[in-house]
Nanobody, 126 residues
Framework: QLQLVESGGGLVQPGGSLRLSCAASGFTLDYYAIGWFRQAPGKEREGVSCISSSGGSTHYADSVKGRFTISRDNAKNTVYLQMNSLKPEDTALYYC??????WGSGYVCYPEYDRWGQGTQVTVSS
């Protein structure tokens, strides 16, 4: 079964940190670009960060730039999202998604993704 599984969410106080993981099973992430997305209740899903299949290119939403870091360990078939200086407005369900790399496209963040995980909840509250 081909799937992405997110983990690492939880309840954290403002200013705290969490590291989310996106692990693939049934397929290798080596040739997949990965995006992290989030959706808060009553809001549209938004892109948070993206990373190319090689890890050489990354992109961040302005709202998380300087606080979040995306990385990948292809040997572990896992992509990470390190989240520091968390704010209440970061509270959301966080998803990862995989897109087979299209090297000719120039994309780091793709308009559409092939596979999605089920999400992990992040709650930032005192």
């Amino acid at each position: 079964q081909l799937q992405l599984v997110e983990s690492g969410g939880g309840l954290v106080q403002p200013g705290g940190s969490l590291r989310l993981s996106c692990a693939a099973s049934g397929f290798t992430l080596d040739y997949y670009a990965i995006g992290w997305f989030r959706q808060a209740p009553g809001k549209e899903r938004e892109g948070v960060s993206c990373i190319s299949s090689s890890g050489g290119s990354t992109h961040y939403a302005d709202s998380v730039k300087g606080r979040f870091t995306i990385s990948r360990d292809n040997a572990k078939n896992t992509v990470y999202l390190q989240m520091n200086s968390l704010k209440p407005e970061d509270t959301a369900l966080y998803y990862c998604a995989a897109k087979a790399e299209d090297w000719g496209s120039g994309y780091v963040c793709y308009p559409e993704y092939d596979r999605w995980g089920q999400g992990t909840q992040v709650t930032v509250s005192s």
